[in-house]
């Protein structure tokens, strides 16, 4: 995302608008280039950027708008487009989420500039650390070349844990074990052993990361399973219809779906009445279900928010849904004995 908003000159001063419910990294990639992240509420009972709260927070300084499809649901890009056309702003589509959904027939990343897509663990196409920006322009290509030039390839330590990690992940990881690898992954993590995604907003520096290449073994992965994401999406896309039929507990909300959206969920979201002790009862169970986002820019705490410039209570959708969510994955790992315990469980609350 850096490299796209860095590839539209964005810079000190500047305002770039992202969504709140969203996670740290957008707005560290925005603050890595000195500008500001403005945050925009999320619909009422969705999950992605409200249009009308969009338009309030356009102002002189805003030149780019972030546009997240949360969990893979299409944000509402033909009234986004209108807007960021009527203010003269750059569109960039966060497709961390998804690859395929669509809205009106035309799939997502094809809306804005650029888009870009990560291939974390715990996305539709994990492949270790790293991730890949598109852009459909022409200028925009030349531009990012360039910039790729400059790119460094990561410390030999580092790319040999993300490498073990990896492997570690797909060896282990399973619906069942959900929770006990995430305890070991965050204990690692605070040994500072274990390679996370981000790191750096407590320092004032910018992280070197930014300019880091991706790994070849990631790449290589990433290209391979690229072939396979028909077979992704078609799985995900089965898993969800079967928790969208047969999920039928009235204290639990599905997502809504705008008729022009056809949606390939990376997790299925759900809005509990009391996420803490469902999360609990989940863990207690071995039920795969995850909290994100907790916060409106997440992982941070209350108190964390001020450093990426986010004001508590300020975006009150975001906040509520929060305390609301819970997810389910949709992954190739879900068999079909974790899909009937995870519905089982929620029908059970
Ligand atoms: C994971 C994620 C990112 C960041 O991707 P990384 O490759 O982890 O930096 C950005 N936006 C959304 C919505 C994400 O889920």
């Given at each position: 995302?850096?490299?796209?908003?860095?590839?539209?000159?964005i810079?000190d001063?500047?305002?770039?608008?992202?969504?709140?419910?969203?996670?740290?990294?957008?707005?560290?990639?925005?603050?890595?280039?000195?500008?500001?992240?403005?945050?925009?509420?999320?619909e009422?009972?969705?999950?992605?950027?409200?249009?009308d709260?969009?338009k309030?927070?356009?102002?002189k300084?805003?030149?780019?708008i972030?546009?997240?499809?949360?969990?893979?649901?299409?944000?509402?890009?033909?009234?986004?487009?209108?807007?960021?056309?009527?203010?003269h702003?750059?569109?960039?589509?966060?497709?961390?989420?998804?690859?395929?959904s669509?809205?009106?027939g035309?799939?997502?990343?094809s809306?804005?500039?650029?888009?870009?897509?990560s291939f974390?663990?715990?996305?539709?196409?994990?492949?270790?650390?790293?991730?890949v920006?598109?852009?459909?322009?022409e200028?925009?290509?030349?531009r990012?070349?360039?910039?790729?030039?400059e790119?460094?390839?990561?410390?030999?330590?580092?790319?040999v844990?993300?490498?073990i990690q990896?492997?570690?992940?797909?060896?282990?990881?399973?619906?069942?074990?959900?929770?006990?690898?995430?305890?070991?992954?965050?204990?690692?993590?605070?040994?500072?052993v274990?390679?996370?995604?981000y790191?750096?907003?407590q320092?004032?520096?910018?992280?070197?990361?930014?300019?880091?290449?991706?790994l070849?073994?990631?790449?290589?992965r990433?290209?391979?399973k690229l072939?396979?994401i028909?077979?992704?999406?078609?799985?995900?896309?089965?898993?969800s219809?079967?928790?969208?039929?047969?999920?039928?507990?009235?204290n639990?909300?599905?997502?809504?779906?705008?008729?022009?959206?056809?949606?390939?969920?990376?997790?299925?979201p759900?809005?509990?009445r009391?996420?803490e002790?469902v999360l609990k009862?989940?863990?207690?169970?071995?039920?795969?279900?995850?909290d994100?986002?907790?916060?409106?820019?997440?992982?941070?705490?209350?108190g964390?928010?001020?450093k990426?410039g986010?004001?508590?209570q300020?975006?009150?959708?975001?906040?509520?849904?929060?305390?609301?969510?819970?997810?389910?994955?949709?992954?190739?790992?879900?068999?079909?004995?974790?899909?009937?315990?995870?519905?089982?469980?929620?029908?059970?609350?």
């Amino acid at each position: 995302m850096t490299a796209l908003l860095k590839a539209l000159k964005i810079s000190d001063g500047d305002e770039v608008i992202v969504q709140a419910f969203t996670c740290v990294a957008v707005a560290e990639g925005v603050m890595a280039l000195g500008a500001k992240p403005v945050y925009v509420d999320i619909e009422a009972f969705g999950y992605n950027i409200c249009v009308d709260d969009l338009k309030r927070k356009i102002t002189k300084k805003t030149r780019a708008i972030v546009v997240q499809h949360t969990f893979g649901i299409p944000a509402a890009m033909k009234a986004i487009i209108s807007i960021a056309e009527s203010a003269h702003l750059f569109v960039i589509e966060d497709c961390c989420h998804t690859i395929g959904s669509s809205q009106d027939g035309r799939v997502v990343g094809s809306w804005g500039i650029g888009s870009f897509y990560s291939f974390e663990w715990g996305k539709p196409l994990a492949a270790g650390l790293g991730g890949v920006a598109t852009v459909n322009t022409e200028d925009m290509k030349r531009r990012l070349d360039k910039q790729l030039i400059e790119y460094k390839r990561p410390p030999k330590i580092k790319s040999v844990k993300i490498q073990i990690q990896y492997i570690a992940h797909q060896m282990l990881y399973r619906p069942r074990l959900y929770w006990v690898i995430r305890d070991i992954y965050k204990t690692l993590g605070k040994f500072g052993v274990a390679e996370g995604n981000y790191h750096s907003i407590q320092k004032s520096v910018v992280s070197e990361e930014f300019s880091w290449r991706m790994l070849p073994s990631v790449e290589m992965r990433a290209v391979s399973k690229l072939k396979n994401i028909r077979h992704i999406e078609d799985y995900a896309r089965k898993v969800s219809k079967i928790y969208r039929d047969e999920i039928l507990n009235k204290n639990v909300t599905h997502p809504v779906i705008s008729i022009d959206c056809n949606p390939v969920f990376a997790r299925y979201p759900l809005r509990v009445r009391n996420k803490e002790d469902v999360l609990k009862m989940a863990r207690k169970e071995n039920v795969e279900l995850a909290d994100w986002y907790s916060s409106p820019v997440h992982p941070l705490s209350k108190g964390d928010l001020i450093k990426v410039g986010y004001v508590f209570q300020s975006c009150r959708q975001a906040e509520e849904r929060c305390k609301e969510v819970v997810t389910l994955p949709t992954h190739q790992k879900t068999k079909k004995k974790d899909i009937i315990r995870a519905i089982k469980f929620i029908n059970s609350l």
